[in-house]
């Protein structure tokens, strides 16, 4: 199967250049259909704290900070910030001038209207938000366009928390009467203002034209449009009745064969194995380092990716400051030695691992390549098959269900967020595979974005991880649109999360 699949691969890799992009159109309306819906409209529900839910949120809300493509905080709503010495006030100077798509002024009052109603939210909103509420311990208003966060406790992760959806500024108009959720008027200061919602279907949005940040090839109007199958999504361009879609990755050869100019955004996004070491198997280093070299990370990649995915066992894309290409040298693929390893566990005669398996036919696909993988080496997965929604089965009290389970990991705000849910101990009913892991987390957070030390902290997490096998990275996964060619242009890849920022995306004249 890997070998057929590669084949295919490499027809995909072989598909014509994309041609040059045409000149933008601001009266053009893009039609985006992706692969994730929301629910409601409102930053602070749990739904969209999924970071593969938030394209459309982006367009509607700014947030105090703005995350540029790499991650880093830069000005947004907010033009500066300064932090105290003890990292136990956050001082921001708010950017004058801005308004609320129904006209009301965004000041200092809407700033502390948005935080008092996270904080009392409190677990009713999504993680994302209660992660950086949590932290907050007053709100101080120092002047018509200042204010301060007293915290907790001392933090540095503010800038990159408030650059997400706790950062989303809703109009303190829409908060009357206690709106949550679906009940809620989606009125921000971004780029689009709402026209029409329908829940898990689409959200029709038209250009704010008095968005502070002008632009003269912004759109007329922005539709996302929600559809589960990837095969109607290409061919919604095919009919054009979209100007972009999300398309699977095996879609590529398709794709480029019909004529259509195929772009892969690389993110901060993986096929990730999680690992539970509460369980006697998968508690023995040596088995995880087993996995790590039965795993043929390149044909996977090349099989499953069609040309959009790259070997990794990292978190972080290539292009992140906190990849480190040595590591990818620690596990090359080696059979031998991984029944070796396998033995040296304590197993001579072979182990069984349960893979609790979420029901979609991607994961499955990726599922049963690893199984064959890891029979050749005696480890035996047998697949514990669940819906998708069913994967919080995996993190609940020790000892949990499943050995191992496979998702897909997307983008954080603040890259020290990686850390904390994918392998701190705080996040894991288990614990952390290393006694190294969690005080390293609490060290960087009580730093400075800009502090060096940071930085070097974050690497180390990302060797310990590795080294430790606290989590088995596969693959990257990577965004991947089609659309005609010429027809879209400014669509970066975004690594802060799982989506993309259409923002500032174009549409070419003669488009739809």
């Known amino acids: 199967m890997i070998r057929a699949l590669i084949a295919a691969a490499a027809l995909a890799i072989a598909a014509p250049a994309i041609a040059a992009d045409k000149p933008a159109d601001p009266k053009a309306t893009l039609i985006y259909f992706d692969a994730v819906s929301n629910q409601t409209l409102d930053p602070r529900e749990p739904q969209n704290n999924s970071s593969f839910a938030q394209g459309t949120l982006m367009a509607i809300y700014d947030a105090l900070v703005r995350l540029d493509a790499s991650g880093e905080p830069t000005p947004g709503l907010a033009l500066s910030w300064e932090y105290s010495p003890d990292l136990t006030q956050f001082d921001m100077i708010l950017r004058p001038g801005v308004t609320f798509h129904d006209g009301s ?294 000892p949990g269900r499943g050995d191992v389970l496979m998702v897909r990991w997307g983008g954080r705000p603040d890259p020290l967020q990686t850390f904390q849910e994918g392998i701190g101990g705080a996040a894991l009913p288990w614990g952390a595979a290393s006694a190294e892991i969690d005080p390293l987390i609490a060290q960087a957070r009580g730093m400075a974005p800009g502090d060096p030390l940071r930085k070097e902290i974050m690497l180390r997490l990302g060797r310990i991880a590795t080294e430790q096998v606290a989590h088995v990275t596969l693959m990257t996964r990577s965004n991947v649109y089609a659309y005609k060619p010429g027809c879209i242009g400014k669509l970066p890849a975004y690594l802060p999360t799982g989506n993309d920022r259409i923002n500032d995306t174009e549409v070419g004249i003669g488009c739809k």
């Open 105 to 398: 002024k965004f000041d200092t009052a809407a700033v502390v209207a948005n935080l008092e109603r996270s904080t009392a939210l409190g677990n009713r909103a999504g993680n994302a938000t209660f992660e950086a509420t949590s932290q907050i311990a007053a709100i101080e208003v120092l002047g018509d366009n200042k204010i301060r966060l007293k915290l907790k406790a001392p933090s540095g992760q503010m800038p990159y928390l408030l650059g997400g959806q706790a950062g989303m500024m809703i109009a303190p108009t829409a908060l009357a009467d206690n709106a949550f959720g679906a009940a809620l008027k989606p009125v921000g200061t971004g780029p689009y203002r709402v026209r029409a919602f329908d829940s898990n279907v689409r959200t029709t949005t038209v250009r704010f034209d008095g968005y502070w940040e002008k632009s003269t090839t912004r759109p007329a109007a922005f539709e996302h449009h929600f559809a589960s199958d990837a095969r109607a999504r290409l061919n919604a361009v095919r009919s054009g009745q979209a100007s972009l879609a999300l398309i699977e990755p095996r879609q590529i050869a398709e794709a480029k064969a019909a004529g259509f100019a195929v772009q892969v955004n690389e993110k901060n996004s993986t096929w990730e194995i999680g690992v539970n070491t509460s369980h006697e198997n998968l508690g023995k280093l040596k088995l995880r380092q087993a996995i790590m070299h039965a795993t043929d990370r390149q044909a996977l990649a090349e099989a499953l990716g069609f040309g959009a995915s790259k070997p990794t066992v990292q978190y972080f894309a290539s292009s992140s400051p906190y990849f480190q290409p040595e590591l990818e040298k620690l596990f090359p693929y080696d059979p031998a030695k991984a029944k070796q390893l396998v033995k040296e566990a304590g197993y001579p005669n072979g182990v069984d691992i349960s893979w609790l398996l979420l029901n979609t036919n991607e994961y499955k696909n990726i599922a049963e390549a690893m199984q064959g993988m890891l029979a050749e080496v005696g480890i035996r997965v047998k697949f514990d098959v669940v819906d998708v929604s069913q994967y919080t089965l995996f993190r609940r009290p020790a």
